[in-house]
């Protein structure tokens, strides 16, 4: 039997090696295990030590030494349910520590976190802007909408704008070029443009998202996560805003 599955159960390659010795070799002392799996004694003990401790292995003695014997293999079971339960415990734990990690994530030395997404996963950015805008206080976000860029971003989330405002979030849009339509708690200003502007921004709380296209004409996008750029490029965002009015 191949020992990698007992791994995954959580025993180490000696404690899987002595384990399977036990199985094949019937009541065995410590001596007689160590020298069948090639370790000294001290390394084998602590293997059986572990493995009464999982309930798998018991001992007892005879001729004033102690002989280890497998318990039925049936056992495992027990392993793999109290490893769910614990699993279950940190699961619920993690409700409480997450946030203490998201905090210290997000502080970094206030270093900004860069994610990039290739074509396949620009509607991430999407789903992490209505996310992102329902978790948060202001619920609003703001973008530069450029007129060669529309098709690529929303080209996997058609219902996008239906879903932003069923979640009621507001967005303002600087339009660069033509096009574009009002669809609902939104705000639109045109800014002007001799040529179609290649990167289309997304300004939301505390992230920045740029999508633009590659050398091979396909779409690419990276967010940006940090307090201070977020809080710069809203301000020249109103400040334009303003002067469009």
């Not at 096009?179 to 990167?199: A, I």
């Not at 296209?213 to 109103?238: H, M, R, S």
Request: proline share 4%; charged share 30%; with cysteine.
């Amino acid at each position: 039997m191949d020992i990698n599955f007992l791994k995954k159960l959580g025993f180490s390659d000696k404690n899987a090696r002595i384990y399977m010795a036990i199985l094949k070799l019937g009541p065995s002392s410590v001596r007689t295990l160590a020298e069948y799996v090639d370790l000294n004694r001290g390394t084998t003990y602590d293997a059986l030590k572990w493995l009464q401790e999982q309930g798998v292995v018991s001992y007892y003695r005879k001729d004033s030494k102690q002989h280890f014997v497998a318990e039925d293999p049936e056992h495992l079971h027990h392993m793999v349910t109290h490893q769910r339960q614990e699993l279950e415990q940190l699961d619920k734990r993690l409700d409480n520590i997450i946030p203490e990690l998201q905090a210290l994530h997000h502080s970094g030395g206030d270093r900004p976190v860069a994610k990039y997404f290739e074509k396949k996963d620009i509607v991430k950015i999407l789903e992490d802007l209505l996310e992102t805008c329902e978790q948060s206080e202001q619920q609003e976000y703001c973008i530069y909408s450029t007129e060669g860029m529309r098709e690529y971003l929303y080209k996997d989330f058609p219902t996008f704008s239906d879903v932003r405002v069923a979640k009621g979030i507001s967005v303002r849009v600087i339009a660069i070029g033509k096009g574009g339509e009002l669809r609902g708690l939104d705000e639109r200003r045109w800014l002007e443009s001799k040529s179609k502007t290649p990167t289309y921004i997304i300004i939301y709380p505390g992230k920045t998202a740029y999508v633009s296209l590659d050398a091979k004409e396909q779409p690419i996008g990276v967010v940006i996560e940090n307090p201070g750029i977020y809080e710069t490029q809203k301000l020249i965002f109103d400040q334009l805003w303003e002067s469009l009015d």
